[in-house]
């Protein structure tokens, strides 16, 4: 069974950091492009971030930029997200996804559409 596991959530304090990992079980990440997903309460789900299969690629959202980091180690199969700077904003629960949509794949888009193989989630809460 293809499964996706996040981990890494946690209360933090303003201006603190975190370190998401999505971690693949029962098939191999390498050939996947990987998003980093994330749902507030009473919002829709949107797109962080995303790494192509081969890491050389790497996309984020606007709200995002200059503070959060993809990251992917095939040899662990586990993709990573680092956050730095967290503001109360990023509160969510943060998943991950594997992209199965071609054009998705081409373009290295960020959109929930195309992702397939969710993980369950872990909640990321910033506050004071």
């Known amino acids: 069974q293809l499964q996706l596991v996040e981990s890494g959530g946690d209360l933090v304090q303003p201006g603190g950091s975190l370190r998401l990992s999505c971690a693949a079980s029962?098939?191999?990440?390498?050939?996947?492009?990987i998003g980093w997903f994330r749902q507030a309460p009473g919002k829709e789900r949107e797109g962080v971030s995303c790494?192509?299969?081969?890491?050389?690629?790497?996309n984020y959202a606007d709200s995002v930029k200059g503070r959060f980091t993809i990251s992917r180690d095939n040899a662990k199969n586990t993709v990573y997200l680092q956050m730095n700077s967290l503001k109360p904003e990023d509160t969510a629960v943060y998943y991950c996804?594997?992209?199965?949509?071609?054009?998705?794949?081409?373009?290295?888009?960020?959109?929930?559409?195309?992702?397939?193989?969710w993980g369950q989630g872990t909640q990321v809460t910033v506050s004071s």
């Open positions: 996804a594997a992209a199965t949509d071609s054009w998705v794949v081409a373009h290295v888009a960020c959109t929930v559409n195309g992702y397939d193989y």
């Open positions: 029962g098939f191999t990440l390498d050939y996947y492009q």
């Open positions: 790494i192509s299969s081969s890491g050389g690629t790497t």
